[in-house]
């Protein structure tokens, strides 16, 4: 007898769904109609909802692969529990308030295949409300300055840009976003998925940039472009929102800016263990002072009289000490040892973006860490 083995799936497309029942009613036929004829498939993960979402899959679209949790693992829990029982060379993580249209996906993995140094794309993220200007979650492609506050092209603090085609080359970027996200499937296991200490918001800029700890870039690619409703979980308006994203900012930088600050130090020192120490040390410098400032963001939410703002910080802070974990020094002098030379972290701003951007003040792209020319072929 003889066993014809199964074909890997090229891209698995994997929306993961909490009580989105409306957006996939809307949303996912489109998304279908997209993938046909393509080595793709679409694939449902649902976070336990509470709403109609399981019974409108299992009437309205009974061929559609779904996966069923018994409860909310959020964001970095549920997709990691969808992807690591997941067989394909590309994934795309997607959230259920997308809108795309045909066309969109065949660009990311072009770009993939012929790109073997790129371990996550993503494509230009609209305003579904406002076809033409960019969306706040991820717009062109994001960065981050010296304090850990992302902004993306297209979108700096609130302000977001018309898009009249200013970022239409392909380019590195320090993060993509988790609203829709292509990513290798052998290095989204190598990394060990998302961090499920975040549950949701910032795990994406987390995992990209230890993508770039692992030598791989991240890049926009604009010949796709895709349509972000935003919001369909959690308003922006929520405490708990907040609370996430003040935590995780803190632990995201707890995981990567020693090793980060750790290769630039080496290039002085030559001596992995004193770049490690260093870096060890000015890591723990700014993200002491980054504390500070948002000391200073609950004292203006407290005079404001915003006490569950106020409250969400505090917390985050005190979540922050109970579930960091301290870089070890013998781990980052050996990843320095191992990387230095052969790593370039691309899109930290040396600055601290803010005060600039409140300012009016432009954010020069020369200001940014630069592109390495070469990177490692890591497919």
Known sequence: MFFIPLQRMKTAVVILNWNGEMFLRKFLPALLESVEGTDAEVIVADNASTDGSM???LYEFPKVKTIRFSKNYGFTGGYNRALFQTDAEYYVLINSDIEVRKGWLEPMVEWMDTHPE?????????SYRDRDMFEYAGAAGGYIDRFGYPFCRGRILKKVEKDYGQYDSPSPV??????CMMVRSGLYRKLGGLDERFFAHQEEI??????????YRIVTVPESTVWHVGGGTLPNSSPWKLYLNFRNNLLMLQNNLAKTYALDLYKDSHDPAKAAVEGILKARQTIRRRMILDGCAAVVYLVSFRFKYFSAVLKAHRDFRKAGRRPDMEDTAKFVSENAGKVTVYGLYRKWMVPRAIAGMKIELEEYEPAPEGGRQNP
């Open 55 to 57: 019974k409108l899959m």
């Open 118 to 126: 790129c371990g996550i794309c993503a494509p230009k993220l609209h």
């Open 206 to 215: 987390d995992l990209c940039w230890r993508a770039q700890l692992a030598g």
């Open 174 to 179: 320090f993060w993509a976003s988790g609203a």
